[in-house]
């Protein structure tokens, strides 16, 4: 959370990873307002709780013939984590990720930096940021 | 009166209630308030020059003073480039859509 006077965004994400381009730009928006020192606090829900999940597993490209080392696959775990180091303390990155979404997925298994939350998360989070974006899904 | 910055996503091709999104910016506008119209993904499919029937002309038709931006990023992504985009639409960034969430009387909506 930020403090008074800090500027922070807040966003609600529903998209599971691969799904549509809403993840790629919901991650750049995160990316450059942290970058400009604006913070940054996620609500993933639904399919959204499995962005964090710290087993995804990078594929090589066969279309270019690279490796998996060579390809370097950007997974949505490993950007996501790449933005927790952008927004390690100020500006700061808080991402909660929905218990009830979880539970019904399995999908507890996170990379560093997500936290455990609920409804009330985002409701804390769109009362304390300068603004909120709801993303949903069709 | 008060500021808008609507987030169109979806292709109105593919998706009829876009429709319905572009008719809130036109009376949003109407009404008196500040709208910007960001497309972004294939949203931007409609910046395209040479559509017919173009979701934008009739929006921009019904108000003038809404502002129509598209994310560079997603209209290189589809080959809008260069003399491709449509005049009326302005290329911009997600830098650019940053700075207008940051605001806290703005009013964000995605579609």
Redesign the interface.
């Known amino acids: 959370m930020t403090t008074s006077g800090e500027?922070s965004?807040t966003i609600a994400l529903m998209d599971p990873p691969y799904e549509?381009?809403?993840t790629t730009?919901a991650l750049?928006?995160m990316d450059?307002?942290l970058r400009?020192g604006?913070s940054v606090n996620v609500f993933a829900y639904e399919g959204a709780v499995n962005l964090t999940m710290r087993g995804q597993a990078p594929h090589p490209n066969p279309v270019k013939g690279t490796s998996i080392e060579e390809q370097d696959h950007p997974s949505t775990a490993k950007f996501i984590a790449g933005l927790f180091t952008l927004g390690a303390d100020s500006p700061k990155l808080e991402w909660v990720n929905c218990g009830l979404c979880v539970d019904e997925r399995g999908a507890g298994e996170w990379i560093d930096g997500p936290r455990r939350g609920g409804p009330g998360d985002l409701f804390k989070f769109s009362q304390e940021s300068?603004?909120?974006?709801?993303?949903?899904t069709r | 009166m008060a500021d808008y910055v609507l987030i169109e996503s979806r292709d109105p091709f593919e998706y009829s209630d876009t429709g319905y999104f572009y008719e809130v910016a036109a009376d949003l506008s109407k009404a008196g308030n500040n709208v910007t119209f960001f497309l972004v993904q294939n949203g931007v499919l409609t910046a395209r020059k040479g559509i017919s029937n173009r979701a934008v002309d009739k929006l921009q038709k019904a108000a003038p003073g809404v502002k129509v931006l598209a994310d560079e990023f997603s209209l290189r992504e589809r080959a809008i480039i260069g003399g491709k985009l449509a005049s009326g639409v302005t290329s911009s960034d997600v830098d650019e859509l940053v700075d207008l969430l940051a605001v806290s009387s703005v009013k964000a909506i995605w579609h």
């Not at chain 1, 300068?130 to 949903?136: R, S, V």
């Open positions: 500027k965004i549509s381009g809403t730009t750049r928006i450059t307002a400009k604006i300068t603004n909120t974006l709801i993303i949903g």
